[in-house]
């Protein structure tokens, strides 16, 4: 069963970048059609971030078009959310998902002066 670990989460100022990063074990993301980050605040579901497909498809949630990338690297079995210029709103619990089905622990990010 893949076991997903999420990392790179802190607290950040407005205007400021993190990178987070999903490394997953027992098994290989290359068998993994899509991978994806989803973020939750407290009170609110699971929203989605952005998702990516082996396949080189990528979807982002509006709110984040255009500051967040996401990328994937098989060879290393993990799972990249590049997140420039945020907000106060960006704050949230990040997680990495596969299908919607398996979860990371999640990571915390807070954006605030």
């Known amino acids: 069963q893949v076991q997903l670990v999420e990392s790179g989460g802190g607290l950040v100022q407005p205007g400021g970048s993190l990178n987070l990063t999903c490394t997953a074990s027992?098994?290989?993301?290359?068998?993994?059609?899509?991978m994806a980050w989803f973020r939750q605040v407290p009170g609110n579901e699971r929203a989605l971030v952005a998702a990516v497909t082996n396949g080189g498809s990528i979807d982002y949630a509006d709110a984040v078009k255009g500051r967040f990338r996401i990328s994937r690297d098989n060879t290393k079995n993990k799972v990249f959310l590049q997140m420039n210029s945020l907000k106060a709103e960006d704050t949230a619990v990040y997680y990495c998902?596969?299908?919607?089905?398996?979860w990371g622990q999640g990571t915390q990010v807070t954006v605030s002066s």
């Open positions: 027992g098994g290989s993301l290359a068998d993994i059609w899509s």
């Open positions: 998902s596969i299908a919607s089905a398996y």
